[in-house]
């Protein structure tokens, strides 16, 4: 069996698996030269088509979640989310600030992170939410991509997402670094950053 793998197995002759591979460089090639410098309403609308195919299957067409069975992305977080972030910490998206530690803040604390979180960090900041601000900052915008962006889904959020796949308190989101290519990523931000929720 070696001996065929090895020494018999003929690497120099056509393959098909080996065309196709030629066949999906070169249209990758054609397709980062012909969306090299899109719009903005081009991104929007070739992301709202990848958003459709890749997203609103678990998502929703109307990026809503389902009924709670996928993250609603036409706001940042809810109460029931940011209590189990803090309850179980939050890992594996590759922020340089590191994982969050679980049980940052408990009882009454952890209340009222997440009320003010969910509630978009509007109006005055509760005591107990200093032991957020140390790594998201002060506005809870994640220090310029060092933590995660609390308030919105800002580009690094969504690309860390997109890369590294997230855990929740809802399910498992998988990766999607190899099923998108830079310009898909891309367009998909912009897509996602227009969705705003009752829009």
Not at 25 to 31: P, S
Request: glycine fraction near 12%; aromatic fraction near 8%; charge should be negative.
């Amino acid at each position: 069996m070696l001996w065929y793998f090895f020494v018999a197995y003929p690497t120099n002759q056509f393959s098909k698996i080996g065309q196709y591979n030629e066949e999906v460089l070169e249209y990758n090639d054609k397709f980062k030269a012909q969306w090299e410098n899109p719009s903005e309403d081009t991104l929007k609308g070739m992301g709202e088509s990848v958003f459709l195919v890749q997203c609103a299957p678990c998502h929703g067409v109307d990026a809503e979640g389902i009924a709670g069975k996928a993250q609603d992305l036409t706001h940042r977080m809810s109460k029931e989310q940011v209590l189990a972030v803090i309850k179980n910490g939050s890992q594996g998206l590759g922020y340089p600030m590191g994982a969050m530690p679980p049980m940052m803040a408990s009882g009454a604390d952890a209340e009222a992170i997440a009320t003010y979180v969910a509630g978009g960090l509007k109006g005055e900041a509760p005591a107990s939410f200093a032991v957020c601000s140390s790594c998201h900052g002060p506005d809870g915008k994640g220090m310029g991509g060092m933590a995660p962006n609390l308030v919105e889904y800002d580009d690094v959020l969504i690309s860390k997402v997109l890369e590294h796949g997230k855990k929740s308190s809802i399910g498992e989101m998988p990766s999607f670094k190899d099923r998108l290519n830079e310009t898909q990523a891309k367009a998909l931000i912009v897509f996602l950053n227009s969705i705003k929720a009752g829009e």
